[in-house]
Nanobody, 119 residues
Framework: QVQLVESGGGLVQAGDSLRLSCAASGRTFTTYAMGWFRQAPGKEREFVAGVKWNAITDYADSVKGRFTISRDNAKSTVYLQMNSLKPEDTAVYYC?????????????WGQGTQVTVSS
């Protein structure tokens, strides 16, 4: 059974940085896309960043140039480096992965980690 465990959230000030981590277990890590989503209060969950099995990345326009997603296949972990944080980045951040190899879909989700950015 796939398990995703996020960590690294917290309370920071605008302009600060945070790095989120997501440790995956329960299956081979290398052939699956990994992604980060977020959900702010009263809003729908939205895509933040994704990294495919071949390390190709994709970002939401709102975070391009500020956030970087990366993966460490040896540790079965995906990271989200968040720089120049803004109050509008405040949300619960979720790690996600797909059910099938070599597909860019998201079917499994972690429990989420809270990121709060004060102005």
């Amino acid at each position: 059974q796939v398990q995703l465990v996020e960590s690294g959230g917290g309370l920071v000030q605008a302009g600060d940085s945070l790095r989120l981590s997501c440790a995956a277990s329960g299956r081979t890590f290398t052939t699956y896309a990994m992604g980060w989503f977020r959900q702010a209060p009263g809003k729908e969950r939205e895509f933040v960043a994704g990294v495919k099995w071949n390390a190709i990345t994709d970002y939401a326009d709102s975070v391009k140039g500020r956030f970087t997603i990366s993966r460490d296949n040896a540790k079965s972990t995906v990271y989200l480096q968040m720089n120049s944080l803004k109050p509008e980045d405040t949300a619960v951040y979720y790690c996600a992965t797909g059910r099938n190899s070599y597909t860019y879909t998201y079917d499994y989700w972690g429990q989420g980690t809270q990121v709060t950015v004060s102005s």
